[in-house]
């Protein structure tokens, strides 16, 4: 992925086993929309460089000069100090609750993911390590997990509190009149909450239910209208 052909950046990727070829990772949607942000970048998926699941981590960058940048918080504002236009807001307080209310969000939802993840997305020489690790962490089997907190259950415990406090991020922090969660300037807690979407679509789980959940809320945040209409059949 690439500014312009003078100032060349590199985003480093998690390979996936289809021929998709197209980002998955939640971190690494939070660099690229960034990059997509300051640089209007409509590139593929495939464009992005992959890296193997074992020996490398991601989001990893290469700036113009060489130099690596790691870690999804890292590298934003290493890019809002290089690229400062156009100007990506970053508050602490409102990101902090925007964390939150995504780790409210997705941990439910991970006995749906999860086993997705390794069913259809990770190349198979990376499925083990990712089985054995999280089976370890939730002390189930995946197939397990998915019968006892997955389909309607992992939903409906996501709804509560998770999408609520999504709500309030995206509707009780505004600094000035304006669509976004801060009001009229695009923040990183925009971009954070757009790269749980665009991981969650690309694993693969039909997100009509958090658009349905705009409508119940009456939301009007562009966040939820555009997600509305990107979960149309």
Partial sequence: MTANNDNEIILYDLARRDDINESWSFNVWKTRLILNYKFDLRAPGNTTQHLGWLKYTVPTIRLPDGTFVRDSAVIAETLETLFPSPKLIFDPATQAKAEHAITASAMPLSAIFIPRIARDVLIETSVPLWRAAREKTFGMTFEELEVARGGKKAWKAAAEPGFRLLH????????????????????????????????????????????????????????????????QD
């Fill in 168 to 231: 309030a991020v995206l509707t009780e922090h505004k600094w000035t009149d304006g669509p976004f969660v801060m009001g009229r300037e695009v923040s990183y807690g925009d971009l954070m909450i757009v790269a749980l979407i665009e991981s969650l679509k690309r694993i693969g789980e039909n997100l009509r239910r958090l658009a349905v959940l705009g409508h119940a809320f009456e939301c009007k945040d562009p966040l939820f209208l555009w997600l509305s209409d990107s979960c």
